[in-house]
Nanobody
Framework: VQLQASGGGLVQAGGSLRLSCVAS??????MGWFRQAPGKEREFVAAINWSGSTRHEDSVKGRFTISRDNAKNTVYLQMNSLKSEDTAVYYC?????????????????WGQGTLVTVSS
């Protein structure tokens, strides 16, 4: 299984970005996004399962939306109203469970990360 994340970049505070993660290989039922800011631990951002149920971390609720296109094996993270504290490397992750996962150890597969920089 390979996960390829893309869509990161430099954006001004208040702007928007959409991250994409394409999965190849076996069927993956739950997909998620994590992020790691400089000097901090990797943290959960959002997850979505095969049926479309979602979970978002509290600090991004109302600003970020996770979605997926099962036909394309792709998960998206639409990020609006970006803040400087959203600056981080964003990683997509995937798991074969149908249960929404929110911790790193529960995910079997990881992408390479894409850098999001929000300037204030």
């Amino acid at each position: 299984v390979q996960l390829q994340a893309s869509g990161g970049g430099l954006v001004q505070a208040g702007g928007s970005l959409r991250l994409s993660c394409v999965a190849s290989g076996r069927t993956l039922f739950t997909m998620g996004w994590f992020r790691q800011a400089p000097g901090k631990e990797r943290e959960f951002v959002a997850a979505i399962n095969w049926s479309g149920s979602t979970r978002h971390e509290d600090s991004v609720k109302g600003r970020f939306t996770i979605s997926r296109d099962n036909a394309k094996n792709t998960v998206y993270l639409q990020m609006n109203s970006l803040k400087s504290e959203d600056t981080a490397v964003y990683y997509c992750a995937a798991d074969r469970s149908i249960v929404l996962r929110t911790t790193m150890l529960e995910y079997d597969y990881w992408g390479q990360g894409t850098l999001v920089t929000v300037s204030s």
